[in-house]
C-alpha cells in the first residue's frame, strides 16, 4: 500500500479515497466499480466527511432523535500510522465536539487494529470507552465507542 506522509505532502481528498480504495485487502470488484460506489456513499444523507491529514473520514448519522447522536463510519487512510493515529484523535475529538455519543467502525486487517489499540490504551485514560471485538473465521474486526466528554486530544 502506498503511504504518503501528510507532513510532507498534503493529497487532496479524491486521491486518498482512490489510492486507499484501490489497496481494499477484500477487493473483489474492478476498480472503477469501488470507486462508483463510495462516490454514491459520499452523497446519502446523514453522511459526514472529513480530511485530516492524508485520512478521509466517512460518518454516516442515525436516523431519529434516539439515535441522532450515533454515527457508523470508517476511513480512508493513506497517511503514515503515527499521523493516522493523531488524525484518529483529530477526528474522535472532532465527533465529540458535534455531540456524537456512539461511534461504530468495521474494518479488516492489522493495519487499523494496532490504531485502535492506542486509542483504547488513551480512553482508558479518560471518559470514552472503546471496545474491539473481532469476527470468527475472518480477519475483519469491529470497534464500538462510547465518546466521553473528555477531549482526546488533550495532551498529544
Not at 493513506?78 to 465536539?97: A, P, S
Request: no cysteine; proline share 4%; hydrophobic share 40%.
Amino acid at each position: 500500500m502506498e503511504i504518503v506522509n501528510s507532513k510532507e505532502k498534503l493529497l487532496k481528498g479524491p486521491e486518498i479515497v482512490a489510492m486507499s480504495a484501490y489497496n481494499m485487502p477484500d477487493l473483489k470488484y474492478p476498480k472503477e466499480v469501488v470507486l462508483g460506489a463510495v462516490a454514491a456513499e459520499f452523497t446519502l444523507p446523514r453522511t459526514d466527511l472529513v480530511q485530516i491529514g492524508n485520512t478521509v473520514f466517512v460518518g454516516h448519522m442515525g436516523k431519529g432523535k434516539k439515535n441522532s447522536k450515533k454515527m457508523v463510519g470508517r476511513a480512508f487512510n493513506v497517511d503514515t500510522g503515527r499521523n493516522f493515529i493523531v488524525n484518529g484523535f483529530k477526528y474522535f475529538t472532532y465527533l465529540q465536539k458535534m455531540g456524537i455519543t456512539h461511534y461504530t467502525t468495521e474494518f479488516y486487517g492489522p493495519v487499523f487494529l494496532n490504531g485502535f489499540k492506542l486509542f483504547k490504551r488513551r480512553a482508558d485514560q479518560q471518559d470514552t470507552e472503546i471496545a474491539i471485538g473481532k469476527y470468527r473465521n475472518t480477519d475483519k474486526y469491529v470497534v464500538f465507542m462510547k465518546l466521553g466528554k473528555e477531549p482526546l486530544m488533550r495532551g498529544l
